[in-house]
C-alpha cells in the first residue's frame, strides 16, 4: 500500500516536471539569471533583497557563509 503511494507520488512529480510551462518558466529564471551574473549585478535574490527586502542580518550571514567557503578553498 506504501508502495502504491510511492510509486503514484513518483508518477505526479514526473508529470509536473515534463510540464512545458513549468519548464518555461524554469528556463526563463536560469537564463535571467545567467545574464545577471554575467553582468556583474548579482543574482535575483541580490536584486530582490536590494530592492524588497530589509534582511540585513541574513545577507551578513550569506557573506560570512561565503567568506568561510572562499576560505576552505
Same mark, same amino acid.
Given at each position: 500500500?506504501?508502495?502504491?503511494?510511492?510509486? +503514484?507520488?513518483?508518477?505526479?512529480?514526473?508529470? @509536473?516536471?515534463?510540464?512545458?510551462?513549468?519548464?518555461?518558466?524554469?528556463? @526563463?529564471?536560469?537564463?535571467?539569471?545567467?545574464?545577471?551574473?554575467?553582468? %556583474?549585478? %548579482?543574482?535575483?535574490?541580490?536584486?530582490?533583497? +536590494?530592492?524588497? %527586502?530589509?534582511?540585513? %542580518?541574513?545577507?551578513?550571514?550569506?557573506?560570512?557563509? +561565503?567568506?568561510? @567557503?572562499?576560505?576552505?578553498?
Amino acid at each position: 500500500m506504501i508502495f502504491n503511494f510511492i510509486t +503514484k507520488a513518483a508518477i505526479f512529480i514526473g508529470k @509536473v516536471l515534463n510540464w512545458w510551462p513549468f519548464l518555461f518558466i524554469i528556463a @526563463v529564471l536560469c537564463i535571467t539569471e545567467a545574464a545577471l551574473i554575467m553582468s %556583474g549585478s %548579482g543574482t535575483i535574490v541580490d536584486l530582490y533583497h +536590494k530592492y524588497y %527586502g530589509s534582511a540585513s %542580518g541574513d545577507l551578513a550571514s550569506l557573506e560570512a557563509l +561565503k567568506s568561510a @567557503v572562499v576560505s576552505f578553498k
